[in-house]
C-alpha cells in the first residue's frame, strides 16, 4: 500500500506561482512513476505531467514551460512548480502514484483557486 498526501494549494493571483508537493508513505519502494492531475469541477480530469522512477519528467502542451514536476526521493515527495498562473489553472490538483498497470494510488487533493 502506498499513501499519498498532496499540499501547498492555494489562492493566488494570475501570474503568481505555486509549488504543490506530494509526500508517499508506505511501500514506496513499489512506485514506477507519480503522475499530477487536475479536475474542475464539471470537467474531466486532466493528466498535466508526470514523473518516472529514473526522473524522466513529461508534459502535455498545454501545460509546458508553465508546469515542473520534480523530486526529493530522501523525503517521498514529488513537487508540482506551476508558474505564470492562469484563472483556468483554477482546479483540484491530485497526485497518483503508479505501481503497475493495475494498481496505483491517488491522494485526497490540494484545491488551487487562482485570481484574476
Known amino acids: 500500500q502506498v499513501q499519498l498526501v498532496e499540499s501547498g494549494g492555494g489562492l493566488v493571483q494570475a501570474g503568481g506561482s505555486l509549488r504543490l508537493s506530494c509526500e508517499a508513505s508506505?511501500?514506496?519502494?513499489?512506485?514506477?512513476?507519480v503522475n499530477w492531475y487536475r479536475q474542475d469541477p464539471g470537467k474531466q480530469r486532466e493528466l498535466v505531467g508526470g514523473?518516472?522512477?529514473?526522473?524522466?519528467?513529461n508534459y502535455p502542451d498545454s501545460v509546458k514551460g508553465r508546469f515542473t514536476i520534480s523530486r526529493n526521493s530522501a523525503k517521498n515527495t514529488v513537487y508540482l512548480q506551476i508558474n505564470s498562473l492562469k484563472p483556468e489553472d483554477t482546479a483540484v490538483y491530485y497526485c497518483?502514484?503508479?505501481?503497475?498497470?493495475?494498481?496505483?494510488?491517488w491522494g485526497q487533493g490540494t484545491q488551487v483557486t487562482v485570481s484574476s
Open positions: 497518483n502514484a503508479v505501481v503497475n498497470l493495475d494498481t496505483d494510488y
Open positions: 508506505g511501500m514506496t519502494f513499489t512506485i514506477n512513476r
Open positions: 514523473i518516472t522512477r529514473l526522473g524522466f519528467s
